[in-house]
């Protein structure tokens, strides 16, 4: 048994989980010998391992640490250095929490505008899309319940496609989800697994909520060992993956009052940079103005489940089109609000 992983695994059972984790942790001794490493870079193997519709969520904090939530600390796309079933080991052996952890209260998330109306829908669908697409419809309604609940908490963005593009948005970049910094937005989705990823947005934007995973702000594959995996609350496996919520009052149904801004910001730029180099640059024509709805005319919101949002293919919604060479068309999707300076 290495020296480096019982000293590991006890120093953050002895910070984090107290005598209970302590115990816990001398149970995980006997599961692996692989060491862990102190927040090492991420392998590109265990990327992989994430990849093909079971990508490792990497939602590890807010941008900032809040005054009222210094527990918070932000550490990006951080894994422990283990491999995929060495990893799946670990994450059997952590206990679901015995912590309360309720039903998220009903929202519905109505945009300011039609753009907003539409990068939402397209922003939450990516993420159930790229994240859990060979998942059960309960496993990526969990993925869609994440992802709102940190729309919700004042540790995040109060934007859909601000949480979802958290990382890439902010300066020094850094990986939130991990379809939003590996490449995966090279490939555009398609097909009726897209069909029924927008469906499931939808449905979750105008208000329906996914019960089991209460007010969890993190998942990730069982096949990753993230850094923060004993430092939360687990409270459900569904499917492949673990979710969490943040232990103590941070992570009571009460800390979840932040306000949905309504403006949703787009990715454009930063997608754009993300995409692989193998994938080339596309070409941009200038951009009109989206058409927008007039002053004093009624604002879009959401009815009970718009079905009509869940087309089988990305709604236009008259947003600025753009000239992509065809090898590249629809890569990211928000390229084509990039304007010409930017490129």
Not at 66 to 85: D, F, I, K, R
Not at 93 to 110: D, E, G, T, W, Y
Not at 165 to 182: I, K, L, S
């Amino acid at each position: 048994m290495s020296k480096s992983l019982m000293v590991n695994l006890l120093i953050e059972a002895a910070h984090w989980r107290g005598r209970e984790a302590g115990c816990l942790a001398l149970l995980l001794l006997s599961a692996s010998c692989v060491p862990l490493q102190a927040a090492p870079a991420p392998s590109k193997d265990l990327l992989a391992a994430g990849r093909g519709g079971q990508a490792a969520a990497a939602p590890a904090g807010p941008s900032t640490t809040l005054a009222e939530n210094p527990a918070l600390a932000e550490e990006g796309m951080v894994l422990q250095s283990v491999s995929p079933t060495d990893a799946a080991a670990f994450n059997a052996a952590i206990p679901l929490a015995q912590v309360s952890n309720p039903r998220a209260a009903s929202m519905v998330f109505r945009a300011a505008d039609a753009a907003g109306l539409h990068r939402s829908l397209q922003c939450l669908a990516e993420a159930i899309y790229y994240e859990a697409r060979s998942e059960s419809e309960e496993g990526q309604r969990a993925v869609a319940q994440v992802v709102l609940n940190r729309v919700r908490h004042p540790g995040y963005p109060a934007s859909v496609c601000g949480v979802v593009y958290q990382g890439p948005m902010r300066a020094g970049g850094g990986c939130q989800f991990t379809f939003t910094c590996d490449g995966s937005l090279g490939l555009p989705p398609a097909g009726v697994a897209w069909q029924r990823a927008r469906r499931i947005a939808s449905e979750a934007l105008a208000g329906s909520v996914y019960a089991p995973v209460g007010h969890a702000t993190h998942y990730h594959t069982q096949q990753v060992l993230p850094v923060w995996a004993y430092r939360l609350a687990k409270v459900a496996v569904i499917g492949s993956h673990n979710f969490y919520r943040i232990a103590g009052d941070l992570g009571a149904p009460s800390a979840f009052r932040q306000a949905y801004s309504g403006r949703e910001p787009s990715p454009a730029a930063v997608i754009a940079a993300r995409l692989p180099i193998s994938l080339g640059r596309p070409t941009l024509a200038a951009a009109a103005a989206p058409d927008l709805p007039k002053p004093g005319a009624p604002l879009p919101v959401y009815a009970a489940p718009a079905e009509e949002l869940a087309a089988s293919e990305p709604v236009n919604e008259k947003l600025p089109v753009s000239t992509v060479r065809e090898e590249y068309r629809n890569s990211g999707r928000y390229l084509d609000e990039v304007a010409p300076a930017s490129r």
